[in-house]
């Protein structure tokens, strides 16, 4: 997998205060795995070629394992279904790209995960009845 050459107590994966909500450590994630894969695009495209230089992908790829083992099909059975294929898609694509050291595979990720960060906020935001919900 892609984040076995990684040592996450030396490389936090994302920075959460001490009194953080679920609601904002959701959207801290999301935004943490957006500018991972951005970085691992930058790493690919600048010619790094091993794992040690792409740390950033496999600190992407733990983010989306954790998001797959926090889904409660019980709770939303379509929705978690729905999610766990995206989810999946987005890692099969991770792991194209850093086997073939092509960055292509990781623009829809990008795109996934933007679009689902901007879709918790929302979510967020109409659950709670606030207006706008803080910049992740």
Known sequence: MLHEHQNVEQSPVVQVPQEVNRNELLLALYASAIRN??????????????????LSLGKAYWIIEHF??????KAAPQLCADLESMYHSMMAHMTEAYSTMNSEPLVPVIAALESLHETWKEAIAIATGEQAVCQA
């Open 37 to 54: 894969v951005r970085q691992a695009k930058e790493e690919i495209d600048e010619g790094q070629k091993t794992a040690e230089e792409i």
């Open 68 to 73: 797959i083992a926090s889904l409660d099909a």
